[in-house]
């Protein structure tokens, strides 16, 4: 990489020449401090965000920015530390409990601190709340794929694999971590009440499906595996699946899962509607993720969902699907690592441990899909999601 002094120095040229794909191209990832005009603009993005949210009458809790800028060490290794912006990431609350994710990303080994003082006011506050971190992993080298280039001998980096290296990866599933510890991240699982579908990924792999496979089962919650069919860096389900009410995903149609891990799905007659493609193929400089950003939407209720604004053509959409729509910008906080959805995560809202596959909700009947009683009727009402609560991070370095 380059120092941090360099970095500096770079970010200060780039932002006069966002677009220069020569520098783009050719210069190593900046290591240090992101610019002071790049975290200025994310938090007023961030800003933005949380007004149009207490607008619509959601409670938003907003951490204390932690510092950022010392080294991750562990017994077994150091580390530089990334950025902490993504709570969706680390926590996932199941009804009354809520989770601390394990992780795989040594940068990101503490991240929980940044919640901790949020989590211990909840603890306190709601004598019915339960608590519980996954195991920390101990993130040993065995725990990572070995990258070895068979022509000339030598170990790539994660980033330099080649074009047929990710074919051969997506094909045959191959995941930067192996099986020798449980690793999840929250934003792998995919809630519909008393199901999860979790993503099988770089950053969560099987053993970690089944802890949390485990965890969950004495609470009849059922966790399935999922697979997307995705080049490059995998992970994260918040690209792929976007459940925006019962009955309603938008996927993504550059990373298709396997037919039969749709089943439930088409039992439920789910409408899985392929999102049309992003505005533009740039996310911004060095961003780490991918255009698909563009469905990492938050949805507010089951008749209304945020989006980001340049995205016009999901706009439309939506719209033409029944939603209220709103819009705000959010491309300069794309940097840190996700969007609406990513940059967020919902601590409460008023729902229910329901099964969301029995009832066929893109009809005008009420009828339960049911096998053995085809002919069983009921009516199964969806909580609207009245004042939910979130959690929204500050930034800094």
Known sequence: GINAEYGKQWYQRRVRAP???HFRD?????????????IRKANERLDQLCEILEGEGVVVRRSDPVLQDRRTVTPNWEVDTQHNSCPRDKLLVVGNELIEASMS??????EEYCYRD?????????????????PKPMLKDTLYRQYMDEQTGKKPTFFQRTNEQMEREKS????????????????????????????????????GQNWLKRHLAPRGVEVHTIHFDTVGHICHSDTSLVPLRPGFALVNPTSPSPEEELTKFREGNWKLVNALDAVSDFTGDWVQSSKWLSINTLSVSPTKVIIEESEKPLYNLLTDEGFDVLTTPFREAYGFGGSLHCSTTDVRRNDSKKDYFVRDYNT?????????????????????????????LILSN
């Open 26 to 38: 050719t210069l190593l990832w900046p290591r240090g401090p992101k610019h002071p005009s790049v």
């Open 19 to 21: 677009n220069n794909t």
């Open 364 to 392: 005008n009947s009420n009828t339960v899909i049911d096998k053995k009683f085809p002919n069983k009727n009921t009516v199964l009402l969806f909580l609207s999601l009245l004042k939910p609560e979130l959690i929204i």
């Open 172 to 207: 045959e599933r191959i995941y930067s971590t192996l099986e020798t510890e449980p690793l999840w991240d929250a934003a792998d699982a995919t809630r519909f009440g008393k199901d999860i579908f979790m993503r099988h990924s770089n950053t969560t792999n099987m053993m």
């Open 118 to 134: 949020l989590i211990m006011e909840y603890y306190k506050r709601d004598p019915l709340m339960i608590w519980t971190a996954a």
């Open 105 to 110: 990303l040594r940068s990101r080994f503490f």
